[in-house]
Each structure stands twice: as structure tokens, then as C-alpha cells.
T-cell receptor, first 115, second 114 residues
Framework: GAGVSQSPRYKVAKRGQDVALRCDPISGHVSLFWYQQALGQGPEFLTY????????KSGLPSDRFFAERPEGSVSTLKIQRTQQEDSAVYLC?????????????FGPGTRLTVL | DQQVKQNSPSLSVQEGRISILNCDYT??????FLWYKKYPAEGPTFLIS?????DKNEDGRFTVFLNKSAKHLSLHIVPSQPGDSAVYFCAASALQAAGNKLTFGGGTRVLVKP
């Protein structure tokens, strides 16, 4: 497809379970971002990849959150031992390069509900 | 500390009239500003942007104004259409080596009444 895709679209997890969220960016896009959007709020930055390098992980809320992009394309956000406060929509965005301002294209998000 | 704020959580406007959405920021390092539109169950889609070297940018029915001294920007939609009903997010960025991450406001829900 032409846009950013994310899977699954919806995920329900029991507290303490591990989850993995997948992002397929637009082909050829160098930059990839993960954001977390809590109910009724704007998205908040989690982490940034330039190709396969994770250059900024300052927004990850705890060491239970881990992200990777091993081949510089698909990325996975993993949350270990999920907690209720992890319930949110997780958005992935990609942009063409990092050298200048580029529009970030967002995927539809994964809605995570932790019971 | 919220660096980007949208103080109006909602806005209702009649079809054909002007919608004005406001956004304030505190970080003087921000030098690029964007507006995104979001429908339910979809990701945000880019609407319009402005660099800090400009004070106005126009694209069809959408115009963004930037007042750097007041750290304030606004989005004008003229004329408003029912399809414009959505949540609008203001976002800001600072050019830096490790990507241009976006800092978002809390959003304004716009309802355009026919």
C-alpha cells in the first residue's frame, strides 16, 4: 500500500502480558517515529529511528518499552509486563528524510487496552 | 509542562462561515509548525505548515498565521464545510540532528453544522 500501515489495529491485553506492535512505513522513508496518544489528548513522542539507528528514545516512559527497526524498514514497539496506564493509541509515522522539515505521514494506530 | 497548548477543546461553526483555531507554545526553540486533522479511528493527516521565517501560509481554504513574538499561531478555514468536522492538532518542531519530532497540542474538536 501507499501509506503507513500498523498491526494489529486493536489489542486487548491482560495486565502483565507482553505485547508487540508493528509498523510498516512508507517505502524509502528514512525517518520513523512512534507516538503514544492517551484518550482525549494529543500524541506524545516516544522514540525516533533514522534507518535502523534509534537516535532518540527520550520519550519512552519506562524500561518496559522497547523499540527496534533492525533492517531500516519495519519497526516493532514492544511493551513488557503491560500496565493499565499503558492503555492508549500507539501511532507510527514516517518521513522521507531527516535533513530538513518533512511532513510526517501517520498510520491508523494500534489501540491498546490493558485490563 | 505542556509546551504546545490548544485552549479551546471544541468549536462549533455554521457551514460557510470561518473556523478559527488557536494554538500557543512556550519553547522558543520551535521553528516549524504544523496542523494535522484527525478523523475517528484514523491517524492524523497533514493539513498545512509554516516555518518561523514566515508569518502566513495559505493553501486553498486553509491559512495559518504565526505571531512569533506572542508565540501564537492560528488556523483559519474559510469557508467551513461539513467534511471539515474533525479533531485538529497543532504541532511544533525544532530542527535538530536526531529527527524532527513533533510536540502536539491537546487538539480542538470542530463541528461544522450544515
Amino acid at each position: 500500500g501507499a501509506g503507513v500501515s500498523q498491526s494489529p489495529r486493536y489489542k486487548v491485553a491482560k495486565r502483565g502480558q507482553d505485547v508487540a506492535l508493528r509498523c510498516d512505513p512508507i517505502s524509502g522513508h528514512v525517518s520513523l517515529f512512534w507516538y503514544q496518544q492517551a484518550l482525549g489528548q494529543g500524541p506524545e513522542f516516544l522514540t525516533y529511528f533514522q534507518n535502523e539507528a534509534q537516535l532518540d528514545k527520550s520519550g519512552l516512559p519506562s524500561d518496559r518499552f522497547f523499540a527496534e527497526r533492525p533492517e531500516g524498514s519495519v519497526s516493532t514497539l514492544k511493551i513488557q509486563r503491560t500496565q493499565q496506564e499503558d492503555s492508549a493509541v500507539y501511532l507510527c509515522a514516517s518521513s522521507l528524510n531527516y535533513r530538513s522539515y518533512n511532513e510526517q505521514f501517520f498510520g491508523p494506530g494500534t489501540r491498546l487496552t490493558v485490563l | 509542562d505542556q509546551q504546545v497548548k490548544q485552549n479551546s477543546p471544541s468549536l462549533s461553526v455554521q457551514e460557510g462561515r470561518i473556523s478559527i483555531l488557536n494554538c500557543d507554545y512556550t519553547n522558543s526553540m520551535f521553528d516549524y509548525f504544523l496542523w494535522y486533522k484527525k478523523y475517528p479511528a484514523e491517524g492524523p493527516t497533514f493539513l498545512i505548515s509554516i516555518s518561523s521565517i514566515k508569518d502566513k501560509n495559505e493553501d486553498g481554504r486553509f491559512t495559518v498565521f504565526l505571531n512569533k513574538s506572542a508565540k501564537h499561531l492560528s488556523l483559519h478555514i474559510v469557508p467551513s464545510q461539513p467534511g471539515d468536522s474533525a479533531v485538529y492538532f497543532c504541532a511544533a518542531s525544532a530542527l535538530q540532528a536526531a529527527g524532527n519530532k513533533l510536540t502536539f497540542g491537546g487538539g480542538t474538536r470542530v463541528l461544522v453544522k450544515p
